[in-house]
């Protein structure tokens, strides 16, 4: 039999919508290649479960906050689930624009020009206006 693969979709961030369609079509693409894999949507299902559940392995799907940000891979890594994408740190990071870009200045790397605007500063700049 093969590995159970859990294709981890939905979740509750604002890309909730786009999360479960290209959760689905990894799903499909999975199902014609004849492997053994399930639809997770993980705003309605304790990850704790996968182990419980005989899952072997995750295939994340998920978009934005809650399943790009790291702390899904922390609960796979603590359940020893395999998982694809990057890990714990990458994602946490990667997550930040502002912060990843500073890291990749600070490696030398080159950028485009940006500007970081923050909520404090649009409150700044409409009570100053």
Not at 7 to 33: F, P, Q
């Amino acid at each position: 039999m093969n590995k159970k693969i859990a294709v981890l979709l939905g979740g509750t961030s604002s890309e909730r919508k786009i999360s479960i369609k290209s959760g689905y079509a990894v799903l499909n693409s999975l199902l014609k290649s004849g492997l053994n894999a399930y639809p997770i949507d993980t705003r309605d299902y304790s990850l704790i479960q996968l182990k419980q559940e005989g899952f072997d392995k995750a295939y994340i799907s998920l978009h934005g906050k809650g399943g790009e940000d790291g702390s899904i891979q922390g609960v796979l890594e603590y359940l020893k689930i395999p998982y694809t994408g990057s890990g714990i740190m990458a994602s946490s990071i990667s997550i930040d624009k502002f912060r990843t870009k500073l890291l990749w200045k600070s490696r030398g790397l080159l950028t485009a020009p940006d500007i970081y605007i923050s909520k404090k500063k649009i409150l700044h700049l409409r009570i100053k206006l």
